[in-house]
């Protein structure tokens, strides 16, 4: 890809990383339940793999045997999927209208009965360990397909995550790709301040795994790292930490600890949306 | 030594086919043995354990070390990993030791496999070894009384608690074919063969009614069959012909069919290594009993609402909780004595 191309690209990712941010917040608007803050952190994420074509995928043949598994860990984050898959054609852009009502599909928290999502999420600590038979599976098969998977930071307090972190390493599952959307809050504070979780690096290091840190809200950085530890397959599976930043383009919400179960008042979303 | 009778052999009863031979062996091995057979065969079968072995599983490890995978002391991630492969279509078997499979992982059971389930298919077999108090001077860490109550609490779940050996082996098949999970609930200790002629059998109605009786139906699982067998055949000796179905399948279970089985008896006992009133096989067969406006009376027997911290041999434990041949006999002879007041 030509410098220029490269460029636009990017443009056109920071583009749809605003209108996704905008689709969000009009999900919220209608729906309060969703936790806007958690789902709004992992924007760029998701843009990257969806848009940026990291992920090979098949809206028209969503069990398709080649496309790379992408696993939601962080469930409740993930409302923000939820416009890029119904812009892809997994389902209908009118559902987007219909978030949390009745009779409707789409939840509060995604699970497998929405086309697009592999697994049941919502109880944190168990998509990594999936992930991980998916990729020992994949590997049985001799599929060069990958595994991807989203875990927040504030997930690695659940003790199944190490135990996870522990047997991808031992089974150098170099097809499993983990982001972690590194907002460094939980429900109720930061992470720093309830038991402090930092540093990563390290601990992921002692297991075999092979560590890349990139700010979670530039798509260039996202980009580059993710096609980088994709290609990659040395034996060790890839932590890419997301540094990003909770309720990102919510000036209320930015870096507020009690953010996670704050909703926005309709007036607010209205005054982002006009901006 | 609770089955000696039967190691010296010659004691045999034939009742619609089924028969409690010399023959001993551990549920688990002859179990394990027909799966590596299958392995051959069969190359989408994994076989995971959570740091437990038994020794026909040495032969399965060293012949497939590609597809047996020991995830260590880690119960949740057995289930997280047997669930990815699952997912990928693969037939999976989970080993552990009962109690930590359920109940340290029961939440990974819950959202991985139990709702999984009614979303996708997959197929995940945990087996748990050490029903009851098969591990009895292990203490109440390693006794399981919940398992057979918390696991049939689960949608989409089967769940499987043999009487002996052979209905296990039986049980390979069903294992491989019906694509849903499954709990297996054996027993820790080598068992008797009740079962001449497994093939028999029907696992979609979940019981078999070994003895015919009047009044008075004994209906057991697992471990427990094989004393209410004893007990049934002691009190015939007596003219006193008592009922026993052994229930091998908790869940799916024909209710109806079980109903007219038992329709005809006055009482129903029943009778579980687990703990009672919190629904358990007494449950099942008391729910069944309030659905079809029965008088039959129901009566409980297992363990009470404490665990067991005696030490001592299963049969021992048994006696302090009025769960040894003499107490069930008892409990049946009062019965009849009240009938007959």
């Known amino acids: 890809m030509s410098t220029t191309d490269t460029n636009n690209q990017m443009d ?26 958690s789902s709004l952190s992992a924007v760029e994420i998701f843009v990257v793999l969806y848009y940026g074509k990291i992920l090979k995928i098949d809206a028209k043949n969503i ?73 020992i599976a994949l590997k049985r098969k001799n599929a060069k397909e990958s595994v991807f998977v989203l875990l927040g930071d504030g997930e690695l307090y659940e003790g199944s995550v190490w135990e996870a972190i522990m047997f991808a390493g031992e089974h150098k599952l170099d097809n499993l790709n983990v982001i972690l959307d590194n907002n460094r809050i939980c429900m109720l504070d930061y992470c720093k301040k309830i038991l402090d979780l930092e540093p990563h690096e390290e601990k992921f290091k002692a297991f075999k795994w092979d560590i890349r840190t990139v700010d979670g809200h530039d798509v260039n950085q996202l ?31 930015e870096m507020d600890p009690l ?17 | 030594m609770p089955y000696k009778k039967f190691k010296t052999g010659g004691d045999r009863c034939n009742t619609r086919g089924v028969s409690v031979t010399a023959e001993i062996k551990t549920t688990r091995d002859v179990f394990i043995e027909e799966i590596y057979k299958r392995m051959h065969e069969d190359e989408n ?18 012949k497939f070390p590609d597809r047996f995978i020991n995830v260590g002391i880690a119960e949740q991630n057995l289930i997280n990993v047997a669930t990815g ?35 996708k298919e997959i197929n995940i077999n945990l087996i748990g070894v050490g029903a009851g108090l098969s591990y009895d001077v292990s203490g109440p860490t390693h006794h399981c009384l919940e398992d057979i ?21 039986k049980f390979v098949d069903y294992s491989i074919n019906v694509k849903k999970p499954k709990y297996l609930r054996f027993d820790g200790k080598p068992l008797p063969q009740i079962y001449e002629n497994a093939d028999a059998i029907k696992f979609e109605n979940g019981f078999s009614e070994i003895f015919h009786g009047e009044r008075i139906c004994l209906v057991t699982t697992g471990y427990m069959t094989c004393k209410a067998i004893n007990v049934a055949k002691k009190l015939a000796e007596n003219n006193i012909p008592i009922g026993v179905i052994d229930v091998y399948i908790l869940k799916p279970f024909n209710e109806d069919l079980f109903f007219e089985t038992i329709k005809n008896y006055t009482h129903v006992i029943t009778l579980e290594e687990a703990f009672i009133n919190k629904g358990g096989l007494d449950g ?13 009376q129901l009566i409980r027997m297992g363990f009470e609402d404490a665990y067991v911290f005696d030490i001592g041999s299963r049969e021992y434990l048994h006696k302090l909780n009025n769960l040894d041949e003499e107490s069930i006999n008892k409990n049946v002879k009062d019965l009849t004595r009240e009938e007959l007041k």
């Open chain 1, 223 to 253: 980009y580059h790292s993710l096609n980088i530890l994709k290609a990659e397959r040395n034996q060790k599976p890839k932590l890419l930490i997301a540094n990003t930043i909770k309720g990102k383009g919510v000036p209320s919400l």
């Open chain 2, 45 to 62: 079968i994994f076989f995971l354990c959570a740091d437990f072995g038994s020794p026909k599983l040495d032969a399965l490890r060293e």
């Open chain 1, 12 to 37: 056109l990712l920071s583009e749809k990383a605003i209108w996704v941010r905008k689709e969000t917040l009009k999900i919220h608007k209608i729906a309060p339940e969703t936790r806007i803050a």
């Open chain 2, 85 to 119: 492969l699952a997912l990928e279509g693969y037939t999976v078997f989970a080993y552990a030791i009962a109690p930590f499979l359920t109940m340290r992982a029961y939440e990974q059971i819950r959202v991985n496999l139990s709702l999984q389930a009614q979303v």
């Open chain 1, 63 to 135: 069990n398709w045997a080649g496309r790379d598994r992408f696993i939601i860990s962080k469930g409740h984050g993930a409302i923000s999927l939820y416009p890029i898959l119904a812009d892809l054609g997994y389902f209908d852009k009118n559902e987007l209208k219909a978030v949390c009502k009745e009779g409707t599909f789409l939840g509060g928290i995604p699970d497998s009965i929405i086309p697009g999502f592999e697994t049941i999420n919502g109880s944190l600590g168990h998509g990594l360990g999936v992930a991980c038979g998916i990729a």
């Open chain 2, 149 to 169: 109550s918390i696991m049939r609490t689960l949608p989409n779940m089967v769940v499987f608690s043999p009487s002996d050996w052979a209905l296990a082996q």
């Open chain 2, 284 to 296: 099942l067969v008391s729910t069944i009993l309030n659905s079809k406006n029965s008088d039959i």
């Open chain 1, 259 to 275: 953010c996670h179960i704050k909703n926005l008042k309709p007036a607010e979303i209205d005054a982002i949306l006009v901006g």
